[in-house]
Each structure stands twice: as C-alpha cells, then as structure tokens.
C-alpha cells in the first residue's frame, strides 16, 4: 500500500526501483559517465582549480553536461526535496574517495561543504552540499566543519559566465563566529556541481585564511 501511493522512483527516469535499488536505478547508473580519476593530483576536475587552492586532490562521481540524465538527477535531488538521496550519493562520493586515494588512506583531517545563504536554505528547507557532506565525512570516518558561511546572497550561477561567477563569490563567503580550529588541517570540500571553480574557490578562501593547509575537492559532477 505504501509502495502504490508513494512509490520509490529513479531520479533520473522516473521508473519504479525494485529492491536493491536506491534513488538511482542500475540502468541509469550504467549509463552515467565516470570521469579518469587515474590520479587523485592530476585529474579534468582537479586542473580546473590548479593555482588557484592549494589542492591536495580532487574527485568526482560524474561527468556533467546539459540535458543528461547526470543533470536530471541533481536537479531532482535539490528541488523536489529528496534529502535521503543527497545523503546516499554521498556514502557513493565517499567510497570513491576512499578507492582512488592511495593505500585508501584518504590524504584529508575533516570535510567541509559550499554553504547557502539563508534565505535559499528556507526557502528549500536543505543545502544538498550540507547532506552530501555528511554521507562522505560518514563514510570516510571524519569530522564535518559548520566554519564558513555564506552572508551575501548572490542568487544563481547557472547562466553566469566565468568572470562574473568569480566577482559574484569573492566576498560572498566567511568563517562562522566561534569557528573551530584550523590551523594546519587538510579540509575536504563538497559541493554538488563544479562547473568554472568559483564558488568553491570562494568558500575556501576563508579556510585558507584561518590556517587551513590543504584543501581537496569532492563533487558529484563536474561541466566538461
């Protein structure tokens, strides 16, 4: 009776999972493409953000483009409230993390996430980075930091072009008052999609500010 009027369907095509299957169903997760994580330093996610932070790795789950079933999947993910499934791929984000880091010694002290602002956070009632962070630092057995927050409100980066995007984060994030210590960590950041870097780029800089030594990247997809 439950499954006839909440049936648990597949983010990406909206067809009915069948036990075993959670969120995502196999014959999407078959089709999504996984970018080459052969290196944890020297990766298409992590050359997006050479020069810019002090990176000490960077992985992702998928590849990112428009339309594509990856596309469909985060959308529904953030907007149709589905915070269970942030939390799931997440432990997936974790995993991979865990299996591409050498000696599955994973090179990080805790995670972190890309913060919202809190009139977006009401008005979707979750930040999908903020439950994505807690499945990785979950399964990689680490603390999650609350030390940055975002008080500018700099509404959507989707149709902004790379310079835009960097001027609109810039002072857009800031450590949170009574932030832990983090002098001398290596912070892992999550967020959902990395498209030019920016956002990311300006979360982390308050880290960085307060003595962070490291940052790595985790994301669920990243815009080829």
Known sequence: ??????????????????PGEQHVCLHCLEGLHRPDLSSLTDNAVARKLWGRLPLNGAVCLWDFA????????????????????CRYLGRQLGRL???VSPGGAVPW?????????????YQRGYNQAELLAQGVAETLGLPILQAVQKHLHTGSQTRLSRAARWRNV?????LRPKAETLAGKRVLMVDDVLTTGATIEGAAKPLLQAGVHQI???VLASVV
């Open 170 to 174: 810039q002072a857009a994030f800031s």
């Open 66 to 85: 428009a339309g594509s079933q990856v596309q469909r999947i985060i959308h529904q993910m953030k907007y149709n409230h589905h915070p269970k499934a």
């Open 216 to 218: 790595g990247i985790a």
């Open 109 to 121: 002290d805790a995670v972190a996430f890309v913060p919202m602002h809190r009139r977006k956070y």
């Open 1 to 18: 009776m439950l499954g006839l009027f909440f049936p648990r369907l597949c983010l990406g095509c909206q067809q009915g999972l069948v």
């Open 97 to 99: 993390c865990q299996s």
